[in-house]
């Protein structure tokens, strides 16, 4: 007998649509209560974002078959998304107005597998450095006891977000 799971998600469009209208921090703040829909992968992966501070934030997510991949543990895929949102998001929440990003690249290191018997974990994302135009950022990736489960680092670009249109909606 097969396993399943519904997820459903929101207009993703409306939160592209409001990068760059307040600070990278508000943006994250607003997804994080849910004025501001959360992305798609949140769903699709079932993550959620626990905590959002200037140059730091924390992911977390419960471990599930549904992760898995051939050999009876989470994916390194999913590990990445983890990683990857941390560390941006990191860099986000330290922009101004007007400002966005894209990762340049993301470096992971696997160090423990992952199992639903290791319970929730965390990706927490930092800024190493922000410069005018690039950002360093790491994530941890860590079990309840604060053990080392993977390690990422990733350089990021800054970019302008174009003006609103008089008009425009979020």
């Given amino acids: ?92 929440s330290t922009l101004p107005p007007g400002m966005g990003y894209t990762s340049l690249d993301l470096t992971v290191k696997f160090l423990r597998r992952i199992t639903v018997d290791t319970g929730r974990v965390r990706a927490i994302g930092t800024v190493v450095n922000r410069g005018r135009q690039t950002a360093l950022a790491e994530a941890r990736l860590v079990d309840a006891k604060d053990r080392l489960l993977a390690h990422a680092t990733s350089s990021c670009m800054l970019l302008p977000v174009p003006a609103a249109e008089a008009g425009d909606t979020p």
């Fill in 1 to 92: 007998m097969g396993r399943t799971r519904t997820y459903e998600w929101e207009d993703p469009a409306v939160t592209a649509a409001a990068v760059g209208r307040t600070s990278g921090l508000d943006f994250l703040r607003e997804m994080q209560t849910g004025r501001l829909p959360g992305p798609p992968i949140l769903a699709t992966v079932d993550f959620t974002l626990d905590e959002a501070d200037e140059g730091r934030v924390v992911f977390s997510l419960l471990p599930g078959e549904e992760h898995y991949n051939p050999i009876g543990s989470v994916h390194g895929g999913v590990y990445a998304t983890l990683l990857d949102s941390a560390a941006g998001c990191a860099v986000h």
